[in-house]
């Protein structure tokens, strides 16, 4: 697999993420260690968690696995804080560097390779949340920062405010949501991202699932839109826009003779300032089917036709 460098950092990651939203929940051990396996034989690094995922089990799994399934050296480890269990912010320097050495140690290693604030608290005064990303690489727990889920003016003035004197720790990376259903970071965060020197991380690249196609003739009984707590996740997306563009993706898949979700995420994956995408799934199987993706680049008149069907 590609390897990228993220942002203008000297940080090289797999140009495809492993995402362990899942893991120590829908995702049981045996399954999680089966995705890992896959994904590190297919050349990929990068791994994706927070401390909040599964209420730290993901965390907590991924860290059973690190060593005895792969060497700690050969893994990007990225994780999240800020967010906390019932679902408030809090980007103090207590809560941070506290979350941060609870993760070090479900995690089972002495650091992270990206540490993340997971959203923005307009609570706390921005210069006290930043400068723990400095203590955390300062005393080597981190080895780069990044941030999630910022919109591009607080992307913008974190990001600044780190570069304004030596020594600071720099925002090398913005994890945020990004697909074929969902291009509004065009506007201003993909902008900003590439004037600072930021790497972009997508999300949901799949659509939250829905350009898998696997919802083009209604939501299917084992599907997580069919699960309450899932469904306000999915339905936007499930609109006449949205259709329309799956018969696209569909259609294009159809023609090359690959899947539509090797279509949809090769589209993002290739998209300017984007380092890698960071995709989730419950099983083995569904990250097997993810991972045929590395070897589809779109034509260059399938990705026109897929930037016109999806632009607002």
């Given at each position: 697999?590609?390897?990228?460098?993220?942002?203008?950092s000297?940080?090289a990651v797999?140009r495809l993420?492993?995402?362990?939203m899942?893991?120590?929940?829908?995702?049981?051990v045996?399954?999680?260690?089966a995705q890992?396996?896959?994904?590190?034989?297919?050349?990929g690094?990068l791994?994706?968690?927070a401390?909040?995922?599964?209420?730290?089990?993901?965390?907590?799994?991924?860290?059973?696995?690190?060593?005895?399934?792969?060497a700690?050296?050969d893994?990007?480890?990225?994780?999240?804080?800020?967010?906390t269990a019932?679902?408030?912010?809090d980007?103090?320097?207590?809560h941070?560097l506290?979350?941060?050495?609870?993760?070090?140690?479900?995690?089972?290693t002495d650091h992270?390779?990206?540490?993340?604030?997971h959203?923005?608290d307009?609570?706390?005064?921005?210069?006290?949340?930043l400068?723990?990303l400095?203590?955390a690489?300062?005393?080597g727990?981190?080895?780069y920062?990044?941030?999630?889920?910022?919109?591009?003016?607080?992307?913008?003035?974190?990001?600044t405010?780190?570069?304004a004197w030596?020594?600071?720790?720099?925002?090398v990376s913005?994890?945020?949501?990004?697909?074929?259903?969902?291009?509004?970071?065009?506007?201003?965060?993909?902008?900003?991202?590439?004037?600072l020197?930021?790497?972009v991380?997508?999300?949901?690249?799949?659509?939250?699932?829905?350009l898998?196609?696997?919802?083009r003739?209604?939501?299917?009984?084992d599907?997580?839109?069919?699960?309450?707590?899932y469904?306000e996740?999915?339905?936007?997306?499930?609109?006449?826009?949205g259709?329309?563009?799956?018969?696209?993706?569909?259609?294009?898949?159809?023609?090359?003779?690959?899947?539509?979700?090797?279509?949809?995420?090769s589209?993002?994956?290739?998209r300017?300032g984007?380092?890698?995408p960071?995709?989730?799934?419950?099983t083995?199987?569904?990250l097997?089917?993810?991972?045929?993706?590395?070897?589809?680049t779109?034509?260059t008149?399938?990705r026109?036709?897929?930037d016109?069907v999806?632009?607002d």
């Amino acid at each position: 697999m590609e390897q990228r460098h993220l942002g203008r950092s000297g940080l090289a990651v797999s140009r495809l993420g492993l995402g362990t939203m899942t893991w120590g929940g829908d995702t049981e051990v045996e399954d999680a260690a089966a995705q890992l396996t896959a994904f590190v034989e297919a050349g990929g690094t990068l791994v994706d968690t927070a401390d909040v995922y599964c209420g730290g089990e993901s965390e907590r799994v991924l860290g059973s696995l690190v060593g005895q399934l792969v060497a700690r050296d050969d893994l990007v480890i990225a994780t999240k804080a800020v967010l906390t269990a019932d679902g408030t912010r809090d980007a103090s320097r207590r809560h941070l560097l506290r979350a941060l050495d609870a993760s070090l140690e479900r995690l089972g290693t002495d650091h992270v390779d990206l540490w993340q604030l997971h959203a923005y608290d307009a609570r706390t005064p921005l210069e006290e949340t930043l400068s723990a990303l400095d203590d955390a690489v300062a005393s080597g727990r981190a080895r780069y920062a990044g941030v999630s889920h910022f919109a591009a003016w607080e992307l913008a003035r974190a990001a600044t405010w780190q570069r304004a004197w030596p020594g600071r720790t720099p925002i090398v990376s913005t994890q945020v949501e990004y697909s074929l259903l969902r291009r509004d970071i065009e506007d201003d965060v993909l902008p900003a991202c590439a004037e600072l020197g930021v790497g972009v991380l997508p999300c949901s690249p799949l659509g939250r699932g829905v350009l898998t196609g696997k919802y083009r003739t209604g939501i299917p009984a084992d599907s997580r839109a069919a699960s309450p707590h899932y469904a306000e996740f999915v339905q936007p997306y499930l609109s006449e826009r949205g259709a329309q563009i799956v018969e696209s993706v569909s259609t294009a898949a159809e023609g090359l003779g690959v899947s539509p979700v090797a279509v949809a995420l090769s589209w993002v994956r290739d998209r300017p300032g984007v380092t890698a995408p960071v995709v989730g799934a419950r099983t083995a199987a569904q990250l097997t089917a993810i991972l045929k993706a590395e070897d589809v680049t779109l034509p260059t008149e399938i990705r026109d036709a897929l930037d016109d069907v999806s632009s607002d």
